[in-house]
């Protein structure tokens, strides 16, 4: 798979997290239809705020994303609007929350970089740089 690069006015770039949000209380409140909501508010969110959604999946009580952004934006901003306009969207759609009323979201969430060489590849390159005498 060829690695598209994230080209501004001043930086190149390549970030990418693997995002999970999970439910409030894990409960089990996600269908078919109701994931396919949540996908949908996810990716109108990353267009207006410039990053992209390259896969989204999810279960019953959790969802998945692959987020590629650009060094502008913060992952706790993304993640704030993404469960912001999911839960509403979510909401107005007619779907259950997990406690009546409350939020659909656990506060917290699980975000990792992923993508490029591995540590210790990336570890040997730079430990191999020529240094200037």
């Not at 996600?30 to 994931?35: H, R």
């Not at 929350?97 to 939020?103: N, Q, T, V, Y």
């Not at 969430?109 to 992923?114: G, L, M, N, R």
Request: proline share 5%.
């Amino acid at each position: 798979m060829k690695t598209l690069l994230r080209k501004e006015r001043h930086s190149i770039t390549d970030l990418k997290i693997h995002l999970v949000c999970v439910t409030k209380y894990r409960r089990s409140v996600f269908t078919a239809n109701s994931l396919a909501v949540i996908e949908a508010s996810f990716r109108d969110v990353a267009k207006k705020m410039n990053f992209q959604i390259r896969e989204f999946n999810g279960e019953s009580d959790h969802i998945h994303a692959l987020i590629e952004y650009p060094p502008k934006l913060s992952i706790s901003a993304m993640v704030n609007a993404l469960k912001g306009v999911s839960s509403r969207k979510y909401g107005q759609e007619g779907f259950p929350k997990p406690c009546g009323k409350e939020a659909l979201w656990s506060p917290s969430y699980f975000a990792a970089s992923v993508g490029g060489a591995p540590l210790e590849v990336l570890k040997r390159y730079i430990q191999n740089q020529e240094k200037p005498s």
